[in-house]
């Protein structure tokens, strides 16, 4: 590329010296790139004389293919550097329901007004296909609970969040009290479906501490939502990490951190191994850092 550019100069001016003004490089250094090129095409591509230097047979051919390569490579650069702006500037995350629906929405309104040049696309689905869209390059990074680590994916944890006990209340909570497990034991639950991560880590330990809930009188909904209105009519208790505290303090419920022992699950964020990290990424994981942990008390 410099090789050519400073043919052309040479060949648009006619002239080393005025060719060097322009390309504002020294003249010996502009004859040594035209020499090189010369050398590596194997042609003389100016005569020149201590009054002129003119194109030669061959420097007309080559400045015609020359002119249009360069164009071309000029051009292709110009829509390179276009599609790595639009990238750093577009971020795109994929994140379980759970986590879209009850804890992105919030961290991304305040993302939104302290970025507004970057455009957010959020895509939700099952814990698999997180996984999956990040591997692919489909989105930019991956948020949820109980993540492994894969070939293709760096997994970072993020945060932590405690379990809690959600029960009817006949006003919305004002802030986070105590419960102990014991309290839960004998008392119908509503809980997610069997096979969800989180569900999953809630039955294992009151299994291995011995709490036991009126299964006959307990429920399954698939959403969180479900969950807590479920909660707020009547139906029983439900035990959720309190990244879903926001949402509860919208209904009439108890929300209580379940201690004796306290729970906890890790909050992860994955990308893809070797991907380069934005400045959108960059910035997210910024704001991450700032609002979540006051997202859960």
Same mark, same amino acid.
């Given at each position: 590329?410099?090789?050519?550019?400073?043919?052309?100069? +040479?060949?648009?001016? $006619?002239?080393?010296? !005025?060719?060097?003004? /322009?390309?504002?490089? %020294?003249?010996?250094?502009? @004859?040594? #790139?035209?020499?090189?090129?010369?050398?590596?095409?194997?042609?003389?591509?100016?005569?020149?004389?201590?009054?002129?230097?003119?194109?030669?047979?061959?420097?007309?051919?080559?400045?015609?293919?020359?002119?249009?390569?360069?164009?071309?490579?000029?051009?292709?650069?110009?829509? +390179?550097?276009?599609? $790595?702006?639009?990238? !750093?500037?577009?971020? /795109?995350?994929?994140? %379980?329901?759970?986590?879209? @629906?009850? #804890?992105?929405?919030?961290?991304?309104?305040?993302?939104?007004?302290?970025?507004?040049?970057?455009?957010?696309?959020?895509?939700?689905?099952?814990?698999?296909?997180?996984?999956?869209?990040?591997?692919?390059?489909?989105?930019?990074?991956?948020?949820?609970?109980?993540?492994?680590?894969?070939?293709?994916?760096?997994?970072?944890?993020?945060?932590?969040?405690?379990?809690?006990?959600?029960?009817?209340?006949?006003?919305?909570?004002?802030?986070?009290?105590?419960?102990?497990?014991?309290?839960?034991?004998?008392?119908?639950?509503?809980?997610?479906?069997?096979?969800?991560?989180?569900?999953?880590?809630?039955?294992?330990?009151?299994?291995?501490?011995?709490?036991?809930?009126?299964?006959?009188?307990?429920?399954?909904?698939?959403?969180?939502?479900?969950?807590?209105?479920?909660?707020?009519?009547?139906?029983?208790?439900?035990?959720?990490?309190?990244?879903?505290?926001?949402?509860?303090?919208?209904?009439?419920?108890?929300?209580?951190?379940?201690?004796?022992?306290?729970?906890?699950?890790?909050?992860?964020?994955?990308?893809?191994?070797?991907?380069?990290?934005?400045?959108?990424?960059?910035?997210?994981?910024?704001?991450?850092?700032?609002?979540?942990?006051?997202?859960?008390?």
């Amino acid at each position: 590329m410099r090789q050519i550019r400073a043919f052309l100069y +040479v060949a648009r001016a $006619g002239s080393f010296t !005025r060719a060097a003004e /322009r390309a504002h490089m %020294t003249q010996a250094g502009l @004859s040594i #790139l035209v020499r090189e090129l010369e050398r590596q095409l194997g042609a003389r591509l100016f005569d020149r004389t201590t009054r002129a230097v003119q194109l030669t047979d061959a420097g007309r051919r080559f400045a015609l293919v020359a002119e249009s390569v360069l164009q071309q490579l000029d051009d292709a650069t110009a829509e +390179v550097d276009a599609l $790595g702006r639009s990238a !750093r500037q577009q971020l /795109r995350i994929a994140a %379980t329901p759970l986590v879209s @629906s009850h #804890l992105l929405p919030q961290l991304l309104s305040k993302f939104r007004t302290d970025h507004p040049d970057v455009r957010i696309q959020l895509l939700d689905s099952d814990l698999p296909g997180v996984q999956d869209m990040v591997e692919s390059g489909e989105a930019d990074l991956g948020l949820g609970f109980f993540f492994k680590v894969g070939t293709g994916l760096v997994r970072r944890h993020v945060a932590d969040f405690v379990l809690m006990k959600v029960s009817p209340a006949p006003a919305q909570p004002k802030g986070l009290g105590r419960a102990g497990w014991a309290s839960l034991s004998g008392r119908p639950l509503i809980t997610l479906p069997s096979d969800n991560p989180i569900q999953r880590a809630i039955d294992t330990h009151m299994h291995k501490i011995g709490v036991a809930a009126d299964h006959d009188a307990s429920l399954a909904v698939s959403f969180l939502a479900t969950q807590i209105s479920m909660v707020e009519a009547g139906f029983g208790h439900a035990v959720m990490p309190t990244f879903a505290v926001a949402a509860c303090k919208r209904h009439h419920v108890r929300i209580d951190t379940l201690v004796n022992p306290q729970v906890k699950l890790g909050f992860y964020r994955v990308s893809r191994r070797g991907a380069a990290e934005t400045e959108a990424m960059k910035a997210f994981d910024a704001a991450i850092a700032q609002h979540l942990p006051s997202m859960s008390v």
